[in-house]
């Protein structure tokens, strides 16, 4: 059974700092990694894919990918508290495998 | 609107009854996904279409529910005798085949099934 683990939180951040989001995952062959962003009643939206191993940055995100740690993460630089929502780390295998989601709330 | 749709958005019904939620995906993905969210959980992969083609049905999927995706482009998905733990999000996503660069999965706005 693939498995994908990300602590629940809630995670808070004050506005303007740098939250840092983690997960790990049990495949070892996995190749394709993904961070969505959910909103509470909304469905997911994706704001990062990453597939080799090192930083990927877009705008004010950046995705590491360590694999032989198994290891992903999701930095948001200058959070803002449209930030505040539930972020989904997933790993794709044909379908993609999400695990439970943290809770990030952006203090003002 | 290019992105993927879902209709109904809301759909209340009283256990045992059918429901029938239809998505249409991006106009130039061949593959076609249907996953379950509940409250505090990811979203659970249920089953995918490559064109026409039913590729994986996860074992989630009971005999009460059937999808279809008849001439390669919409999808329904069917719950027969609905129970009160059918209740959840289920969002429908696509993608263009393959798993790398540019083949990312996005996701239609869902539909929220409540059973009574």
């Known amino acids: 059974q693939k498995e994908v683990e990300q602590n629940s939180g809630p995670l808070s951040v004050p506005e303007g700092a740098i939250a840092s989001l983690n997960c790990t995952y049990s495949?070892?062959?996995?190749?394709?990694f993904f961070w969505y962003r959910q909103y509470s009643g909304k469905s997911p939206e994706l704001i990062m894919s990453?597939?080799?191993?090192g930083d990927k940055e877009d705008g004010r995100f950046t995705a590491q990918l360590n694999k032989a740690s198994q290891y992903v993460s999701l930095l948001i630089r200058d959070s803002q508290p449209s930030d505040s929502a539930t972020y989904l780390c997933?790993?794709?295998?044909?379908?993609?495998?999400f695990g439970k989601g943290t809770r990030l709330h952006i203090l003002p | 609107d290019t992105g993927v749709s879902q209709d109904p958005r809301h759909k209340i019904t009283k256990r045992g009854q059918n429901v029938t939620f239809r998505c249409d995906p991006i106009?130039?993905?061949?593959?076609l996904y249907w996953y379950r969210q509940t409250l505090g959980q990811g979203p659970e992969f249920l089953t995918y279409?490559?064109?026409?083609?039913?590729?994986?049905k996860s074992r989630l999927l009971s005999d009460r529910f059937s999808a279809e995706r008849p001439k390669g482009s919409f999808s329904t998905l069917e719950i027969q005798r609905t129970e009160q733990g059918d209740s959840a999000m289920y969002l429908c996503?696509?993608?263009?085949?393959?798993?790398?660069?540019?083949?990312?999965?996005?996701f239609g706005p869902g539909t929220r099934l409540t059973v009574l």
């Open positions: 495949d070892r062959g996995s190749q394709s």
């Open positions: 279409f490559q064109n026409e083609a039913q590729l994986e």
């Open positions: 996503a696509s993608s263009l085949p393959g798993t790398g660069n540019g083949n990312e999965q996005f």
């Open positions: 997933a790993v794709r295998d044909d379908k993609i495998i």
């Open positions: 990453i597939y080799s191993n």
């Open positions: 106009s130039e993905h061949n593959r």
